[in-house]
């Protein structure tokens, strides 16, 4: 079996994972480092609930594998927290009925930061866009969609 | 799960080419691996032979897009969110905007390459149309040699090219047009985002004084892969530029379609959806 080691940093600190080269990004999360935020869904990467950082851009964390991230900056869920404090999407995915089962929150959340960070002042059909890869089979898109805006709103307060 | 598999990141071209040139057969290159991955992870015979991956995604050498001698230049490791952000790409070659927004989601766009996606040469790809029409050459790079070749001729059969198994793309060109070319690329899938092509078309018109004076069309998923209409076009080319015209070669195009790929049980369904739709897109850009 073959091992690679690799150095990154991952929502914010610098890590060296040696694991196996078949292993995908997710993999490492999830079986390596035990951060079980990252879902894996259809693990073929259309349903996006694997969605991480990476370099600050969205990306399937079931699609990139462990060799691939070396040097790289990774943001999961876990990162999204700030001193034990959740941040504003997340209060507000809360606040707006955008979860239901869950399943999908971590990759809508990370698609939805990736797009804020891009652009403060998003669209409607901005956002759709941002979260196209991201299924989601319980509450639908409406509430999603307006937790996205009203933080938008709240965070060019 | 993905098969065990030896991982190699070369430092530079050189090193790859080398690598490459000591186990052709074995190896396999990744970029973006939004097709090789998920492939691989479902066990899809095709990647069953290689030993080895040779990443190229971190290679700077072949993430540029620049304009040289009036060729737009695009890297091989390019990826489908550098093309759509690129004003050069915006500006020369819209279908290859539109065509590249409309792959996957964002976050295969953020991975995926243009080469990745030709070189993949799914019937659905949605940037071949609009480079076929573009003429786009490709640079094939292998440890004793280098040439450029024609896209339209580098795509041999569903998921083939003519590439050996030593060769990789390092870039393509496409030479910019003048401006007095109009076009337009289109796709139907089966929901707006995240979808795979079911129909796809690109088209160029040059028109002068009403009259055609140069059309490209090349079909995506609607034929087996990829591919410009020739015949057709030299039919429209000179041709003055009317209502019955554009009627006629809507006609045609499904005609030649038909030839391509024989009588499939979508055929009854998928054939005037396309002349029609054909038709519109002339009608448009002409418009």
């Given at each position: 079996m073959s091992h690679v080691t690799i150095n990154f940093m991952l929502n914010g600190e610098n890590i060296t994972v040696t694991t196996?080269?078949?292993?995908?990004l997710l993999d490492i999360l999830r079986e390596d480092l035990g951060l079980t935020g990252t879902k894996e869904g259809c693990g073929i990467g259309e349903c996006g609930s694997c969605t991480v950082l990476l370099n600050g851009r969205a990306v399937n964390?079931?699609?990139?594998?462990?060799?691939?991230?070396?040097s790289a900056s990774i943001t999961t869920?876990?990162?999204?927290?700030?001193e034990g404090k959740i941040h504003l999407l997340q209060q507000n995915f809360l606040k707006y009925g955008a979860i239901q089962c869950g399943f999908c929150t971590p990759g809508m959340l990370l698609s939805a930061y990736a797009l804020l960070n891009e652009n403060p002042n998003p669209t409607e059909s901005g956002i759709k866009e941002a979260i196209a890869g991201n299924l989601c089979r319980?509450?639908?898109y409406k509430q999603i969609i307006e937790a996205i805006q009203k933080t938008a709103e709240e965070m060019n307060l | 799960m993905i098969p065990s598999i030896d991982f190699i990141q070369p430092k530079n071209i050189e090193e790859l080419l080398s690598l490459l040139n000591n186990f052709p057969d074995e190896s396999c290159i990744i970029a973006g691996g939004t097709d090789i991955i998920p492939g691989m992870q479902q066990g899809a015979s095709r990647f069953k032979k290689f030993k080895r991956l040779i990443d190229i995604h971190h290679l700077p050498e072949l993430k540029l897009i620049k304009v040289e001698d009036g060729v737009l230049i695009i890297g091989a490791g390019v990826t489908f969110s550098d093309i759509i952000k690129s004003s050069l790409t915006q500006n020369h070659f819209p279908l290859l905007t539109k065509a590249a927004s409309s792959v996957g989601s964002v976050q295969i766009r953020n991975r995926a390459t243009i080469a990745g996606n030709f070189i993949n040469n799914a019937p659905c790809a949605d940037s071949v149309p609009p480079l076929l029409v573009y003429e786009a050459m490709v640079r094939i790079h292998s440890f004793n040699n280098q040439y450029d070749i024609a896209l339209k001729d580098l795509l041999l059969k569903p998921y083939q090219?003519?590439?050996?198994?030593n060769e990789i793309v390092t870039q393509i060109s496409l030479p910019i047009l003048s401006e007095t070319y109009r076009g337009e690329f289109y796709k139907l899938g089966r929901?707006?985002?995240?979808a795979i092509s079911r129909i796809s078309i690109a088209v160029l018109i040059d028109i002068h004084q009403s009259r055609i004076m140069d059309i490209r069309i090349a079909s995506g998923a609607i034929t087996p892969i990829g591919k410009r209409f020739p015949e057709l076009e030299k039919f429209a080319r000179q041709k003055k530029l009317e209502i019955k015209l554009l009627k006629e070669l809507a006609r045609k195009l499904g005609k030649e379609i038909l030839i391509t790929t024989g009588l499939r049980w979508s055929t009854p369904y998928k054939l005037p959806v396309v002349q029609q739709i054909f038709f519109q897109l002339l009608s448009n850009i002409t418009k």
């Open positions: 196996r080269t078949n292993y995908r964390s079931c699609l990139i594998l462990a060799g691939q991230i070396e869920v876990e990162g999204l927290e700030n319980c509450t639908g | 090219t003519k590439m050996e198994p929901r707006q985002g995240v």
